[in-house]
């Protein structure tokens, strides 16, 4: 390719950055970059009553934390002057007209401009899906503006596509069927037709279209961000939907996808957005950055439990055991790390084993406490008297639960002072 590649992602702020949004916005950039092109931002926000500066912002700040940048930003809403001077000149050589109109909805205006549709069959390439034919009769002579200084969105995507010297039309699959109706328009202005790629719908594992109304806030990029998900892992499962790279690598940092993404390798049927796999991509972007992770499930325990010291092994315990920042919390909140930060409650009766007596616990626990951190000599002690006779007083006095991790992890994690410290007190409670 020798002309220089020029790609645009153009959502409109009616709603919150959509996965499905991250999600081409990413393919494009990921186009741009493999042939050193350019990658346009522009916000369409033609329909007035549905855009908002709030919708605006949270694509704008989601693509930013997502670090996805962009060379060229523009906005619809200042660009009225372009498309008025396009629509005139269409209606002048013929090819739109202004309607007179009989409303029959409230709000529908008297008067519009409608394109005069030639009736013709419609014929492109697409990269992705193939030749794609259509037959534009159909489409009858529809509205591309509802005055000179109102375009809608089919008019306006095709003048900026062709002012903007788009080469390259990378979009969802949802408008495919708009695809025709700017061609004609492109037609009618004498603009050059862009190359399309229309991208997979993404799915759920039931094979049913993403969408708020199935999903709620599971759509949008800022559920993820609030969980604790790392931008980079989101991207890389956001590559693998609908694309894959014909090896058995499935991790890839942003540069790699920049290098390996190829467009013409984007599947045709639907992408399924399988929980599990964000979530093992997640954790493998984790041990990536382990340190950082660290740092941040730290940070993390620290918020919950403000006076606590943390040693590296509770933290390396946690960095195991989780795939998702949100997932420390909710270790915390099930008390799966109580026996850690909180004194164990004890109940003197289930010290004991259950076929011993407290004597004898007293007995095992006594005998054990100037060993405790050596594992080999509490296990060869528990060997010679019966392990559960020495183990679960030992665990129970360290969890002080009925299930917990096995006392030789405990006392890992809690160290010998805090472990002497418990055990002795349930010696304490012992006669
Ligand atoms: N503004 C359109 C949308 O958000 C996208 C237009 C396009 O990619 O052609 O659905």
């Known amino acids: 390719m020798d002309k220089k590649i020029i790609v645009r992602m153009a959502p409109s702020p009616t709603g919150n950055l959509h996965i499905g949004t991250a999600r081409t916005t990413l393919f494009n950039y990921l186009f741009?970059?493999?042939?050193?092109?350019?990658?346009?931002?522009?916000?369409?926000?033609?329909?007035?009553?549905?855009?908002?500066?709030?919708?605006?912002k949270n694509i704008l700040d989601g693509l930013e934390w997502l670090g996805l940048k962009?060379?060229?930003?523009?906005?619809?809403?200042?660009?009225?002057?372009?498309?008025?001077?396009?629509?005139?000149k269409m209606i002048d050589d013929g090819f739109a007209y202004i309607s007179q109109e009989t409303p029959t909805e409230e709000g529908q205006r008297n008067e519009v401009v409608r394109f005069k549709n030639p009736n013709k069959k419609i014929v492109f390439d697409d990269l992705i899906r193939g030749q794609v034919e259509f037959d534009t009769t159909e489409l009858k002579d529809f509205v591309i503006a509802k005055s000179l200084e109102e375009p809608l969105y089919h008019l306006a995507v095709v003048i900026d596509d062709f002012e903007m010297g788009i080469t390259h039309i990378i979009?969802?699959?949802?408008?495919?069927?708009?695809?025709?109706?700017?061609?004609?328009?492109?037609?009618a202005i004498g603009a050059t037709r862009p190359i399309y790629a229309h991208?997979?719908?993404?799915?759920?594992?039931?094979?049913?279209?993403?969408?708020?109304?199935?999903?709620?806030?599971?759509?949008?990029?800022?559920?993820?961000?609030?969980?604790?998900?790392?931008?980079?892992?989101?991207?890389?499962f956001y590559a693998?939907?609908?694309w894959n790279p014909g090896t058995e690598q499935e991790i890839f940092s942003l540069v790699e996808l920049e290098k390996t993404f190829d467009i013409e390798k984007v599947q045709k049927s639907g992408a399924i957005f399988d929980e599990k796999k964000l979530r093992w991509i997640n954790k493998e972007h984790l041990r990536l950055y382990e340190e950082n992770s660290k740092k941040e499930i730290e940070k993390r325990i620290k918020n919950k439990f403000a006076n606590t010291d943390i040693n590296s092994k509770i933290v390396n315990l946690?960095?195991?055991?989780?795939?998702?920042?949100?997932?420390?919390?909710?270790?915390?909140?099930?008390?799966?790390?109580?026996?850690?930060?909180?004194?164990?409650?004890?109940?003197?009766?289930?010290?004991a084993w259950k076929d011993s007596n407290s004597i004898e616990a007293k007995k095992h626990l006594t005998k054990i406490l100037d060993?405790?951190?050596?594992?080999?000599?509490?296990?060869?002690?528990?060997?010679?008297?019966?392990?559960?006779?020495?183990?679960?007083?030992?665990?129970?006095?360290?969890?002080?639960?009925?299930?917990?991790?096995?006392?030789?992890?405990l006392l890992e994690i809690l160290g010998k002072e805090k472990s002497?410290?418990?055990?002795?007190?349930?010696?304490?409670l012992l006669k």
């Open 32 to 56: 741009a970059k493999k042939y050193g092109g350019k990658f346009i931002l522009r916000i369409e926000d033609t329909d007035k009553e549905r855009s908002t500066a709030e919708f605006e």
């Open 70 to 88: 962009y060379d060229e930003f523009f906005k619809q809403s200042e660009r009225t002057e372009i498309y008025r001077k396009y629509l005139k």
């Open 171 to 187: 979009r969802g699959e949802d408008h495919i069927s708009n695809t025709p109706r700017q061609i004609l328009i492109q037609e």
């Open 199 to 236: 991208l997979p719908l993404i799915l759920d594992n039931d094979r049913k279209k993403l969408s708020k109304r199935n999903h709620g806030e599971a759509v949008w990029i800022d559920f993820y961000k609030k969980q604790g998900y790392l931008p980079e892992a989101l991207l890389n």
């Open 240 to 242: 693998l939907l609908g």
């Open 318 to 351: 946690i960095f195991e055991r989780i795939e998702v920042y949100s997932d420390v919390d909710k270790l915390i909140e099930v008390g799966e790390l109580d026996y850690y930060f909180n004194e164990p409650e004890l109940d003197s009766e289930k010290i």
């Open 371 to 409: 060993v405790l951190d050596d594992n080999e000599a509490i296990m060869s002690y528990a060997e010679l008297v019966g392990k559960g006779n020495v183990l679960w007083p030992l665990r129970y006095a360290l969890s002080g639960k009925d299930k917990s991790p096995d006392p030789f992890t």
């Open 420 to 428: 002497t410290e418990r055990v002795n007190k349930a010696i304490g």
